[in-house]
């Protein structure tokens, strides 16, 4: 079951930050993750919960977040990318020990770019 974070005020200190990290660690554009998210390779990887996977769930929001102003983000958009903030750091200190071709296929980068984060760039 995906981990449920509780909604971040919007003005607070907390929400500058969350929104700082979450800009650098989402590293695609909106037209890029949309793209991506159509691909055979982003849907057959992630942890399932039925159909659609966690990760490639969590995409489609990044995609409708990033395509808000500042002032339009609430508190459950918030934690959605403190969650993602999370999400990209833990796996991405656990990178695989691959070559940069191998890397290129390998579910490990493809989770990523369900959450936003092309870890190739």
């Known amino acids: 079951m ?3 974070v509780k909604p971040i005020d919007p003005d607070s ?3 500058e930050d969350v929104k700082s990290d979450f800009d650098a660690n989402v590293n695609m554009t909106a037209k890029e993750l949309e793209q991506w998210l159509k691909t055979d390779e982003s849907k057959a990887v992630g942890q399932k ?12 929001r990044i995609v409708a977040i990033l395509g808000k ?7 459950d ?7 993602v ?19 290129e296929s390998a579910d490990w980068t493809y ?3 369900n959450w936003g984060h092309d870890p190739l760039k």
């Not at 102003?69 to 508190?75: F, I, P, T, V």
């Not at 991405?92 to 691959?98: I, K, N, V």
């Open 85 to 103: 903030n999370g999400y990209v750091a833990r796996h991405l200190a656990q990178r695989p020990e691959q070559s940069r071709e191998a890397l």
């Open 13 to 15: 200190d907390e929400a």
């Open 2 to 4: 995906p981990q449920k």
């Open 49 to 60: 919960n039925g159909g659609e996977s966690v990760g490639h769930d969590s995409g489609r």
């Open 111 to 113: 989770s990523l770019r």
């Open 69 to 75: 102003r500042k002032g339009e983000l609430d508190g």
């Open 77 to 83: 958009d918030y934690a959605h990318m403190k969650k």
